[in-house]
């Protein structure tokens, strides 16, 4: 409060400021941020001082500072305007961020990242990448159109997604490939 004398010699007191809980001044027809709140000291239509309290634009969520990113379980967050928690996208187990909405190839397998209408969020496998790598048999990574002979006969193929697929087979007699299920002759013998 504080007294104002007029140029007639009467005075009247009146409100010069608002305090709010931690003892911060709050001048008339201003406003400060106090944590996560921005506290309001107004001037009524009627003259009446008025103390209003709002979230802050810049207040925290649930303990993370405004503009500052986190990872919960297997998903990243950011935190908005006014404590507002904001869902980025999600994080493989390999460390890769997939963007909310978006599919990425991790690992062979094509994942999705996605927030539902009602809020819940989930990353799901959608299968096999187009590019995917093949394994032989050694563990060895195999690209595709890559062939290869395993277990001294059967010569393999790695195709789209990923997926193994046998030619044929091998073997010193015969100068070719022998077909999956069909048969070549050589000398005395018959391979299958």
């Known amino acids: 409060m504080r007294c104002k004398i007029e140029p007639n010699g009467s005075w009247r007191t009146e409100v010069a400021a608002c305090i709010v809980p931690g003892k911060t001044v709050v001048p008339v027809n201003q406003e400060r941020d106090v944590g996560d709140y921005t506290w309001e000291c107004k001037t009524s239509g009627n003259g009446q001082v008025v103390l209003r309290q ?105 195709k789209e997604r990923g997926r193994v697929e046998i030619s044929g087979c091998r073997v010193d007699a015969v100068n070719y490939l022998i077909p999956v299920n069909g048969v070549a002759s050589a000398g005395n013998l018959e391979y299958q």
Not at 64 to 71: A, L, V
Not at 104 to 115: H, P, T
């Open 54 to 158: 709002r979230l802050s634009d810049r207040a925290s969520c649930n303990g993370h500072p405004y503009g500052s990113q986190w990872t919960e379980r297997s998903f990243q967050f950011r935190c908005g305007e006014r404590g507002v928690t904001e869902f980025i996208g999600c994080i493989t187990s390999s460390g890769t961020l997939i963007p909310n909405g978006e599919v990425k190839s991790v690992n062979g397998f094509d994942m999705e990242c996605r927030k539902h209408a009602n809020g819940t969020v989930a990353m799901g496998v959608l299968g096999r990448s187009l590019d995917a790598k093949c394994k032989d048999n050694e563990g060895r990574e195999r690209n595709q159109g890559e062939k290869w002979i395993e277990n001294n006969y059967f010569e393999k193929t790695c």
